[in-house]
């Protein structure tokens, strides 16, 4: 009789990954952000935005394991009387709802509002150099058009291609993705 192989599979893998994600980002999330709960306060900074960022994505690339259709990160244009910027904002592809069922079309469309995923405002002070497959993005042009993803994470695990960076005064942070689907941070 012929003992079982010692290991685990892809599938065991990818779930508890999910889970763990789910985890992080729901203890996350449920305390507000993460720059409060690492001492960061009112201040905002590459390395807080980066850290709630990284969590965000996990909790988007879990979502898009588990539900079975892809989840992006994308962005929107946000004018106050003091000063204009953009926030990141999620959406889900997926069917639209109503109507005749042979009617209905896939589309990008924004997460619901009992998602873990909460939309972040990026500080007008924060400068943000965001490469798509090896093209700079501008993230202001793409924040006219509210429906288009940028950066798309896939029920398989894997992400589009992508290395953002956020920097203020000398500080300079690097979010990119791996061979594996995770998001790394490098601090310069």
């Known amino acids: 009789m012929r003992g079982r192989a010692q290991g685990f599979s892809l599938i065991e893998m990818l779930v508890v990954m999910a889970i763990m ?9 449920s305390t507000g952000s993460l720059s409060a ?11 807080s935005v980066s850290e709630e960022l990284m969590v965000l994505m996990a909790a ?10 892809p989840v992006a990160l994308g962005f929107t244009s946000l004018s106050t009387a003091q000063e204009d910027g953009i926030a990141v904002t999620w959406l889900r592809y997926g069917r639209t709802s109503g109507g005749l069922v042979r009617n209905r079309q896939a589309t990008w469309q924004p997460v619901s509002a009992h998602s873990d995923l909460q939309d972040l405002n990026l ?13 700079r993005v501008n993230t202001q042009a793409l924040a006219v ?6 950066v798309v994470f896939y029920p ?5 291609a992508f290395e953002w960076s956020l920097s203020q005064d000398e500080q300079v942070v690097t979010l990119s993705n791996t061979t594996t689907g995770e998001v790394e941070r490098r601090q310069r």
């Open 156 to 160: 398989t695990g894997e992400s589009t």
């Open 37 to 47: 709960v690492f001492g960061g306060g009112s201040r905002v900074s590459p390395e």
């Open 123 to 135: 500080s007008p002070g924060l400068a943000s150099d965001l490469i798509i497959e090896g093209e």
């Open 21 to 29: 994600g789910l985890i992080v980002s729901v203890v996350t999330l």
């Open 145 to 150: 058009d509210p429906g288009m993803p940028a």
């Open 60 to 69: 988007a690339s879990s979502q898009a394991i588990l539900s079975g259709e």
